[in-house]
């Protein structure tokens, strides 16, 4: 399944790891969070672990390890299945976590906008051709209500920045 | 909405036939026997045992270009072989609304 | 009413053009239909028994005469010639086809009209009351608010995919015209003891299969915080719905399992976190959003014009005039509600003609407004009172001045199996049936305000738990069975009715609802004492004898 990372599709660096084999002791490994929690300090200390967080438990239990992972991955069992969303935009937005968040999952094409305003830099994507549609669908709307840590500018903002302008339009007419 | 373990579920007695809606405009179709949708009851291809309408159905739901929301739904076949609905909403899908429009057609 | 500026206007059309896209792809096999599905029901997108449904929005219920004849036009070019207005305020089509759906999307976005977020598991059209800011005894007009939160659900990408649907709706008076109690969130304006204006907030509401009504989760919230409450609210909603079964799936289930204490305090925590973030709102933001809506330029009129006065005479008139007009907070000018319950059609239904003409009598007479009611009526909002006689001329030639509003034959009723693939029964032939018993005037005001309520199945999109009748369809058999309850309300005073007996088949329901009217005259301990008070004064049991004790 192609995975899309700043946009492109790109090579998995991480290897997944199952429950019951060992972890090799060098390069980048994906592996399920209850292991993960078991072994923490020690697994930090490897480095060059992404941890992948049910959708279904407290994403911040997460919060301690957060500035030493590598990767963090989210699921979406189904599409309809939409606690991922709230999980990434705690990670972003309240726990300020800035390493790689990706969905995985039934990653499709036309939820690619909502995952990445929701804080998803990565995709796992199910079909090909949603993966060679990626880019082409973020660009399917230029107009945002709702502020997320996208960094993209609001409505609102915008609304605010044109009544300033016109603010400023309407002193400098006062002024002449 | 159509899941593997409904299919597998399915118990029949009686005619039936199996019902869809066509995807592009949406009107009422049937399935027929030679692998085609009608939008004519009388082209329906009746089963009359369990297995027999899984098969049908299965046939229904790999097309899910062509048709959308396909089951299985009940029949009377009279001595002469000709088809009606089996039941007040096969009934309403056949003929149409109980009630007038508000606009005649 | 308000005026898309460019960029609500950009949203719409850009979510055409995605919807456009996605139907190609649907046609093309590219998406299964399982994928298409929850992307479709966003745009309102239904798959009925006869053929595709298309739900438009009406943003709590307050349309523009351009939108009005955009509906007609809509329905005409790709629909069967008429529409039929919901309890949500929207207006669905019933005859739609896949493949015209962008163009029809296309057209209607024109005038800035769309179908988004009327289905699916997110956040619903934001209804509210039909009279909201021409009621006397508001104290700000809550559409203000509507439209802040309807911009805030749209495409909200934390919210798209909820446990179930999210309905809001938004009052600003002690009188609830909108049914808050049984929304999910429910919010009403109202003063402090400091007199400052903020929201009660009420949530888990909803009727269906497991009826529940509303519970305030915090009496009040400021105007600043309410944005980051609500998000609050769904955040722990999306998070902690159940997702294992539909029927357990509505917010009102998870505020039932946890007690609304615990809700409250899940809610409350989740809050503390956010309150002060982006959605903290600034008074300019509500400013701003208010600065688009605009506000008819009213004339000083008198309150009996001569016109009036002259028109007294004519007893229909005067009728439709008692009937179907109410108080207006501007002196001489009154509120019109337009029944469309014409006697033995379907509620709630109107052609495109009936559509143009209303859209006319709008410009001509309510500054071009109309009003969509969740009781399936219209309404123009501002009408000089020296402008009624006129009006109703033209009303009455057009079959839009029945005046039954509010009363027996003034039935709210969902589409049934008629239509719609979830039903269990038809509502539509016994809401005409009905209609047909009371069509005399005399008789129906001389029984008064009853309201009734019929749904096809325990969907309950007829609000039958909450009518003062109410009438559910199910199947026993094979055969149309209904079940009736009384004493429903969906007021301020919410209630869910009361069962009065064994479900009985089709043919027997009106003459059921004719037995329990009988009762309620012979019972009423005087001529203005109402159906509902009735009920609430006795109980269910004398109504239960009388009626049943014939079948």
């Known amino acids: 399944m192609p995975l899309i990372k700043n946009g492109a599709v790109v090579a998995d660096d991480f290897v997944r790891i199952a429950d019951d084999a060992d972890i090799p002791a060098e390069g980048a490994v994906l592996i399920a969070a209850e292991r993960f929690l078991k072994d923490a300090e020690q697994l930090v200390s490897r480095g060059n672990i992404g941890v992948i967080w049910p959708n279904n438990r407290d994403i911040e239990e997460l919060a301690p390890y957060l500035g030493k992972l590598s990767l963090l991955a989210l699921v979406f069992p189904a599409f309809k299945d939409g606690r991922a969303y709230s999980q990434a935009r705690i990670l972003r937005e309240r726990l300020k976590y800035r390493g790689e968040l990706r969905a995985t999952g039934q990653v499709l094409r036309d939820q690619f906008l909502f995952m990445q305003r929701a804080g998803f830099d990565s995709f796992d994507v199910k079909k090909e051709a949603d993966a ?43 002024a002449s | 909405m159509t899941s593997p373990l409904e299919q597998k579920k399915l118990k029949i007695a009686g005619p039936h036939v199996v019902t869809a809606n066509r995807t592009g405009d949406g009107a009422v179709i049937w399935r027929t026997a030679n692998k085609l949708w009608s939008t004519n009851l009388s082209d329906a291809a009746v089963v009359r045992n369990s297995d027999d309408a899984r098969a049908l159905w299965a046939e229904a739901i790999a097309d899910d270009v062509g048709a959308v929301g396909s089951y299985v739904a009940p029949v009377q076949v009279d001595a002469a072989g000709i088809i009606a609905p089996g039941n007040l909403r096969e009934r309403i899908r056949v003929t149409g609304t109980t009630i007038e429009l508000p606009v005649a057609v | 009413m308000y005026a898309y500026d460019e960029l609500d206007r950009t949203l719409v059309r850009e979510r055409v053009e995605e919807f456009r896209d996605q139907v190609r792809r649907r046609l093309s096999g590219e998406l299964t239909e399982d994928e298409f599905k929850s992307l479709r029901l966003m745009n309102g997108v239904y798959l009925q028994l006869h053929a595709y449904m298309l739900r438009i929005a009406i943003p709590y219920g307050t349309l523009a005469s351009d939108q009005m004849r955009m509906l007609a036009h809509v329905a005409r070019k790709y629909d069967r010639g008429y529409g039929h207005f919901t309890t949500r305020q929207n207006i669905q089509y019933h005859w739609i086809k896949l493949e015209q759906l962008p163009d029809a999307m296309a057209d209607l976005a024109k005038v800035g009209v769309h179908g988004i977020q009327t289905s699916g ?431």
């Open chain 1, 132 to 174: 060679k549609a990626f880019a082409e669908t973020l660009k399917r709307y230029s107009v945002f209500y709702q502020p997320t840590g996208d960094g993209r500018v609001t409505v609102f903002r915008q609304r605010l920045a044109r009544m300033n302008d016109n603010g400023e339009q309407m002193k400098g007419a006062a």
């Open chain 3, 121 to 551: 598991n997110c956040i619903r059209n934001i209804t509210t009351d039909q009279w909201a800011g021409v009621a006397p005894g508001e104290i700000e007009d809550p559409r203000v608010w509507a439209e802040l939160f309807r911009q805030y659900a749209t495409l909200h990408p934390e919210f798209s995919f909820l446990p179930r649907k999210f309905k809001i709706a938004v009052i600003a008076s002690d009188n609830d015209r909108a049914a808050l109690r049984i929304h999910d969130i429910g919010v009403r304006i109202h003063r402090n003891s400091s007199g400052e204006a903020g929201f009660e907030v009420m949530v888990g509401g909803g009727l269906g299969r497991s009826p529940f009504l509303a519970k305030t989760i915090k009496p009040f919230v400021s105007r600043r915080d309410i944005l980051s409450y609500i998000e609050a609210i769904l955040r722990v909603y999306n998070q902690y719905g159940r997702r294992d079964n539909i029927y357990k799936a509505r917010i009102k289930i998870l505020v039932h399992e946890l007690g609304i204490e615990k809700f409250a305090a899940e809610v409350e925590d989740e809050w503390q976190k956010i309150k002060d973030g982006p959605l903290a709102l600034d008074e300019i933001v509500i400013a701003d959003i208010r600065s688009r809506f605009t506000y008819p330029a009213y004339e000083k009129q008198i309150d009996n014009p001569p016109e009036l006065k002259a028109a007294g005479s004519d007893a229909r008139f005067e009728a439709w005039r008692r009937n179907s007009t109410s108080h207006h907070k501007v002196p001489g000018y009154a509120i019109v509600t337009i029944s469309l319950k014409e006697t033995g059609k379907t509620p709630g239904d109107a052609t495109a003609e009936q559509m143009d003409v209303i859209a006319d009598l709008a410009d001509k007479y309510s500054f071009g407004e109309i009003r969509v009611g969740h009781e399936q009526n219209l309404v123009l909002p501002s009408v000089a009172k020296r402008d009624l006689p006129a009006l109703w001329r033209a009303l009455d030639a057009a079959n839009l001045a029945t005046p039954n509003v509010n009363l027996i034959s003034d039935i709210i009723a969902c589409p049934g199996l008629d239509y719609c693939s979830l039903a269990n029964a038809r509502s539509i032939p016994i809401a005409q049936e009905i209609s047909r018993r009371f069509a005399n005037l005399e008789t129906a005001n001389l029984i008064g305000r009853l309201h009734i309520n019929i749904s096809g199945c325990i969907n309950a999109c007829g609000h039958h738990h909450v009518g003062h009748i109410g009438i559910l369809g199910v199947e026993k058999n094979g055969e149309e069975f209904y079940q009736i309850t009384i004493g429903g309300k969906a007021n301020q005073d919410a209630a869910l009715g009361t069962l009065i007996g064994p479900a009985v088949p089709y043919a027997q329901v009106a003459d059921l609802v004719e037995d329990i009217v009988e009762a309620y005259l012979s019972l009423r301990l005087r001529p203005d004492e109402l159906f509902i008070d009735t009920v609430k004064r006795l109980g269910v049991e004398p109504f239960k004898e009388r009626v049943y004790a014939t079948h």
